[in-house]
């Protein structure tokens, strides 16, 4: 049974940053693309951050290009994203999401039950 489990939420002020941790069992981890998906009140799902298998190729959404960098340990089976800079509008549910292969699209197979990050003025 594949299980990915997210860490690392909580508040921060502006300015601020946290860092995200993905921790995925049930699956031959280093065969997946894994990504970072984020869901604020009232707003559709935004797809943020993918690392890709092997090759470690990233994808980031515009609107955190240069703030948030997402990495992978294979070893241990997870994912990471390091959010600086952070700004009230990254406030959101943060999921993480699994997919066979090496596509950086948006349709994954398996997904976290997510973590909050809220982010004061």
């Known amino acids: 049974q594949v299980r990915l489990v997210e860490f690392g939420g909580g508040s921060v002020q502006a300015g601020g940053s946290l860092r995200l941790s993905c921790a995925a069992s049930g699956l031959t981890f280093s065969s997946y693309t894994v990504g970072w998906f984020r869901q604020a009140p009232g707003k559709e799902r935004e797809y943020v951050a993918a690392?890709?298998?092997?090759?470690?190729?990233?994808y980031y959404a515009d609107s955190v290009k240069g703030r948030f960098a997402i990495s992978r340990d294979d070893a241990k089976n997870t994912v990471y994203l390091q959010m600086n800079s952070l700004k009230p509008e990254d406030t959101a549910v943060y999921y993480c999401?699994?997919?066979?292969?090496?596509?950086?699209?948006?349709?994954?197979?398996?997904w976290g039950l997510g973590t909050h990050v809220t982010v004061s003025s």
């Open positions: 999401a699994a997919r066979i292969g090496i596509s950086l699209s948006s349709d994954y197979d398996y």
């Open positions: 690392i890709r298998r092997r090759d470690y190729g990233t």
